[in-house]
């Protein structure tokens, strides 16, 4: 699942309205209207709406523009809203797309005539897009392929997970999982709540080179950042 964003400044004043609730072997996920805005709740807390998609684009461009080739193949760790595979299709430089999602509810609702499926109808009839229903730590165990870049949008980042067993995917035996995984020359981008000086030091320390975090601003608190790593050789 993906992450926690910060709630619009301007929220709506009725009540919202549960469009769909599900029990799944990772707990409840919610889909539910709060005036104009669509919100994936997972176990009781809010993940992320269709406010503002302006994290999501960053990460798929953080990632096309530390990589030196176009023509990649990228995968989306979360589907989430769709902001970031709607951003990446709408992008001719990546060659195949691939999303992770382990919440069957969540590809559901991307379905068509499904409620989220205006914000991600032309990106799932692209013929470069894939949806891949697994946990992504399976995936990249199990997957006999590799990616240019890895775009993982998942939980609240490596310091702040909502869902217990998301945290295997930020230690260092997760993170070699995304190393093997890449190509000579890939991109991994995280996206994370806040900045994490340990989660930097477990990249450099599992053979990656070029780690950087970026600032992503939000309208009030601490900034979102994304950690950019190369794999090299």
């Known amino acids: 699942m993906p992450h926690h964003y910060s709630l619009p400044l301007h929220r709506p004043t009725e009540e919202p309205e549960v469009l769909d609730r599900r029990t799944g072997p990772h707990g409840e996920v919610v889909l539910r209207r709060h005036g ?7 176990n009781g807390c809010f993940l992320m709406d269709t406010s503002d998609g302006r994290s999501e684009r960053l990460l798929v461009d953080a990632a096309a523009a530390a990589l030196d080739r176009d023509g990649g193949h990228l995968l989306i760790g979360g589907l989430g809203v769709g ?11 990546w060659g195949r797309i691939a999303v992770v999602e382990r919440e069957a509810a969540v590809i559901d609702w ?4 499904a409620p989220l499926s205006t914000l991600s109808r032309a990106a799932l009839d692209d ?4 949806v891949l229903h697994t946990d992504l730590l399976e995936h990249l165990r199990t997957a006999g392929r590799s990616y240019d870049a890895l775009c993982l949008d998942v939980d609240n980042g490596p310091d702040w997970t909502v869902t217990e067993d998301n945290e295997g995917l930020y230690t260092p035996t997760g993170i070699a999982l995304c190393r093997e995984r890449l190509a000579p020359g890939g991109v991994l981008a995280v996206w994370s709540a806040q900045p994490s000086a340990v989660f930097e030091g477990t990249l450099r320390n599992s053979g990656f080179q070029g780690v950087r975090t970026q600032e992503i601003p939000v309208a009030r608190g601490v900034p979102d950042v994304v950690h950019l790593a190369v794999r090299t050789g």
């Open 110 to 113: 991307h379905r068509p005539g």
């Open 127 to 130: 013929p470069r897009t894939e």
């Open 36 to 42: 104009d805005l669509l919100q994936i709740i997972a």
């Open 83 to 93: 902001f970031s595979l709607a951003h990446a299709a709408a992008d001719p430089r």
